[in-house]
């Protein structure tokens, strides 16, 4: 009908093109999420927080590290931090065990997901070493000892305490059933 | 597409075919506008029913009527069905009927796609409810269908929940390019942008916000079902996922989602407004541009929905500030419609009624928004009852007054008969009492932390809660009577004149009453 404008078919191409490109979008969430958490140490995130340990120990402050444990839903293993808090200096490295144990008769793989509260504490935050980078595999009836090393920057805001990091250990041995190899285990 | 809209046969022009055929392959406006606004009272109606469930179990402390699984179903459906049963098709209904006759086309732009997108409706909300008849009960996680409530936590019914939602979804995105096209396209000559009615400019601003976040929505609920059936790991912390990314996705579609719902209200109450002031709309540039500053803006607030779940302070601050930002093209807008009344020769038939009561109801709404944006405060507040209170007095007296306010302005030019005046006010004013009887006692056992969503509470807040429950009824009552006026002003009454009301402008009233099948089959000349 108007001279001047698109005509309606290129409209409605490029209004078809703005609805793909939202959906898209929608699913360009999730990289840049996890990029947004990374990069701001948010959502007690710590994983890529990577720390030279060049600096000096702080022992003028002391901090005080709890742990906290929990099984998601369908989880049977024992699961717990050998000390339930420990004082430490930052810049210091110290390692804490946790302990798990599988009750039941099958094999069975964990994986460990990680938080530190409170949430902007977490860049400050660095494993070092943690049983959370891989996963855990049980034999039944088995226990293990899983270690993590981890440091404090001494350039936590002065104000935080007390920080707490969490593990929740989620059953993944369905899911891990098709990529690693299970049935090898099973024949063990 | 003008060989098929310039032809020149209007002498012979054909009415519409005879029997059930015309309403299911009609491609006429005037029908499928037609159909939407019967279809989103019908599921204004089936979802009111199961708000009158939720209020008689709440209406005393304890568990009378239901179970809590059945309350929280019912809370699910009844937050479904109104948002994208009844209230979006309502403005979509409006839109098919009103927008070519406000800008002088002959029909939407693409007429069989129209038919498709209302015609999907039926399908995606018989897929959803289909879900209360099934073993395990229909969707109990609450409108916002968090993640893992949702995932895996959810009932069996999910997967019906989620392709009803894409089917929705397909509809609104088609519908909204649809109105795109019409307005940019079919605007009869001399109608330019700045000259276009108010109602048109909003459903403009809305449909781009459908196209932008509609897919969002799609992509949201196809992740959940990929999560659920495919083994894929989007919101399970235990491959890699987590919860709260789905609260930012689904919030980046839910809250441009609430101006989706409301901006059609404001462009609606803008042309009534000044009609019944018998005065020009104030500041139309103004409201242009605000419309447009709200959209815009709607994008970087979502956040203020997750102040709890552990976003950095900065992150607050954010979206705090940004979210109060929305205050102030709001605030345009009230002034323009109180200005726009101020000194005008004022009458109150129903439009008009409904439309003051949009006005000073939807402020209050704002008002507890703008506590609610307060992040420090927001902790008290976050999924308390005066949550509800807040979004109740935006949906209810905000996009469904809105659209009663549209129904009896624009209801004489659709059935050619005047509905009945005394009637009308009877709704207007049991409506107004039942939905601030029910809504705003919620404040108070919200402040006081009543929490939202369950069937069961403390009996410090029994007393305010029989008043919600018994101006519930009332409201939910009224609703009844409002079905009556449409049908017996479907069915006769006093002869609608072309323009029933003297302050009324717009093409929409240069045709007859009731709007001939074929309308503008020429372009109207636009000084």
Known sequence: MKAEGLSTASLVKRLLLLVVGMFAFGFLLVPIYDVMCQAFGINGKTAGSVWQGQEQVDMQREVRVQFVSSNAEGMRWSFGPEDNEIMLHPGEARTVNFLAHNPTDRVMVAQAIPSVAPSRAAAFFHKTECFCFTQQVLQPGESIEMPVRFVVDPALPNDVRRLTLAYTLFDVTERMAASLDLAAVHTN | ?527
């Open chain 2, 1 to 527: 597409m003008s060989a098929v809209i310039d032809n020149h046969h209007a002498d012979h022009a054909h009415g519409p075919a005879k029997g059930p055929m015309r309403w299911i392959l009609t491609t006429n406006h005037k029908d499928i506008g037609s159909m939407y606004l019967w279809f989103s009272f019908a599921m204004f109606l089936l979802g009111g029913t199961l708000a009158m469930v939720i209020r008689a179990e709440l209406f005393q402390p304890g568990l009378q009527l239901v179970q809590p699984e059945f309350f929280n179903q019912m809370t699910t459906m009844h937050g479904l069905i109104m948002v994208f049963g009844a209230v979006m098709p309502a403005f979509v209904g409006l839109a098919n009927w009103m927008v070519p006759l406000m800008i002088g086309a002959p029909d939407m732009a693409l007429p069989r796609m129209n038919n498709f997108s209302f015609w999907l409706l039926p399908a995606a909300f018989g897929l959803l409810i289909s879900t209360l008849f099934m073993e395990g009960g229909a969707p109990n996680f609450g409108w916002t269908f968090y993640a893992p409530l949702s995932t895996t936590y959810g009932p069996d019914s999910t997967t019906f929940f989620i392709f009803a939602i894409h089917l929705a979804g397909i509809s609104s995105i088609m519908g909204a390019i649809n109105i795109i096209a019409t307005i940019l396209n079919l605007r009869a000559p001399g109608m330019t942008l700045m000259k276009m009615p108010l109602f048109v400019w909003t459903w403009l601003i809305t449909a781009f916000l459908l196209i932008a976040v509609m897919p969002v929505l799609a992509g949201v609920v196809t992740m959940m079902l990929m999560d659920i059936h495919f083994g894929t790991s989007f919101f399970n912390a235990a491959g890699g996922g987590d919860p709260v990314l789905f609260q930012h996705i689904f919030w980046f579609f839910g809250h441009p989602e609430v101006y989706i719902m409301i901006l059609p209200a404001f462009g609606a109450v803008s042309m009534i407004i000044p009609a019944f002031s018998r005065k020009p709309l104030f500041g139309y540039t103004s409201m242009v541009y605000a419309t447009g500053a709200i959209a815009f803006l709607s994008f970087s607030v979502w956040a203020h929905h997750m102040f709890t779940v552990g976003i950095p302070l900065t992150g607050e601050l954010f979206f705090m500030y940004a979210t109060m930002l929305i205050a102030v093209p709001t605030g345009v807008k009230v002034f323009n419609w109180a200005t726009t009344m101020f000194r005008g020769s004022l009458t109150f038939e129903a439009p008009m009624l409904f439309a003051i009561a949009f006005v000073i109801l939807f402020t209050i709404g704002g008002f507890s928004g703008l506590m609610l944006a307060i992040a420090p405060a927001d902790f008290q507040y976050h999924d308390t009852y005066f949550v509800v209170a807040h979004f109740h007095y935006v949906l209810v007296p905000g996009a469904i007054f809105g659209i009663f306010a549209s129904a009896y302005y624009w209801l004489p030019k659709w059935t050619g008969y005047m509905y009945d005046e005394v009637l009308a006010k009877t709704h207007f004013w049991m409506s107004f009492v039942g939905m601030n009887l029910a809504f705003f006692p919620m404040h108070f056992v919200g402040l006081a932390g009543m929490p939202r969503r369950i069937p069961d509470y403390n009996m410090m807040f029994a007393n305010f809660n029989m008043v919600s429950s018994v101006g519930a009824f009332m409201f939910g009552a009224t609703q009844l009577l409002f079905l009556f006026i449409v049908i017996k002003c479907v069915r006769g009454g006093k002869p609608a004149p072309a323009k029933p009301w003297d302050g009324a402008e717009g093409l929409e009233w240069t045709v007859p009453s009731p709007a001939p099948y074929h309308t503008f089959s020429t372009p109207p000349e636009v000084k």
